[in-house]
T-cell receptor, first 111, second 111 residues
Framework: GEDVEQSLFLSVREGDSSVINCTYT??????LYWYKQEPGAGLQLLTY?????DMKQDQRLTVLLNKKDKHLSLRIADTQTGDSAIYFC???????????FGTGTRLKVLA | DTAVSQTPKYLVTQMGNDKSIKCEQN?????MYWYKQDSKKFLKIMFS???????INETVPNRFSPKSPDKAHLNLHINSLELGDSAVYFC??????????FGPGTRLTVL
């Protein structure tokens, strides 16, 4: 079945860039998403990318997609303490409602 | 103004009891979902309804029964609660297969 993997932890210093990585197995993935979950809260959609794109930039966020390697990354520029959270990638295929979520990466930003 | 709301936020109950969690969305979406997030933060889809019709039904014990009285509501009833049911349950909604918006979660603790 489909699988989405992420490293579990990432620690960076305030002001540095963070790069959160995600690999997936479903070659028919059409949409890939990044969600942020703060402690005790629900998931907040940050950004998404279509599978026919290589890159998408949205203010401090840059998403890179390597479809050949089935690798997705989220770069957060000038990381702030408020960025500390769990980040989930998710993929879905064309015309399907089912999201497959990654294992989540816990980002800790050190002051 | 909350887009996707869930009640209750916390639910503590004894093993063997029956309980319900309610979800409402005011986004005008036609599709709603229930997810379970375990203690390791793994997030898995349980059910999905599109226009009140069940479209996703993952391998979930039949003690769990979703009910969608209308497009804006999706409730989850759980019979004979077990210790392993302890988790955070998230409701989400979408317009068709577009991006999903999540509720704040219901933390269920079974004693």
């Amino acid at each position: 079945g489909e699988d989405v993997e992420q490293s579990l932890f990432l620690s960076v210093r305030e002001g540095d860039s963070s790069v959160i990585n995600c690999t997936y197995t479903d070659s028919s993935s059409t949409y890939l998403y990044w969600y942020k979950q703060e402690p005790g809260a629900g998931l907040q959609l940050l950004t998404y990318i279509f599978s026919n794109m290589d890159m998408k930039q949205d203010q401090r966020l840059t998403v890179l997609l390597n479809k050949k390697d089935k690798h997705l990354s989220l770069r957060i520029a000038d990381t702030q303490t408020g960025d500390s959270a769990i980040y989930f990638c998710a993929e879905t295929g064309r015309g399907t409602y089912k999201y497959i979520f990654g294992t989540g990466t816990r980002l800790k930003v050190l002051a | 103004d909350t887009a996707v709301s869930q009640t209750p936020k916390y639910l503590v109950t004894q093993m063997g009891n029956d309980k319900s969690i309610k979800c409402e969305q005011n986004l005008g979406h036609d599709t709603m979902y229930w997810y379970k997030q375990d203690s390791k933060k793994f997030l898995k889809i349980m059910f999905s309804y599109n226009n009140k019709e069940l479209i996703i039904n993952e391998t979930v014990p039949n003690r769990f029964s979703p009910k969608s009285p209308d497009k804006a509501h999706l409730n989850l009833h759980i019979n004979s609660l077990e210790l392993g049911d302890s988790a955070v349950y998230f409701c989400a909604s979408s317009r068709g297969v577009n991006e999903q918006f999540f509720g704040p979660g219901t933390r269920l603790t079974v004693l």
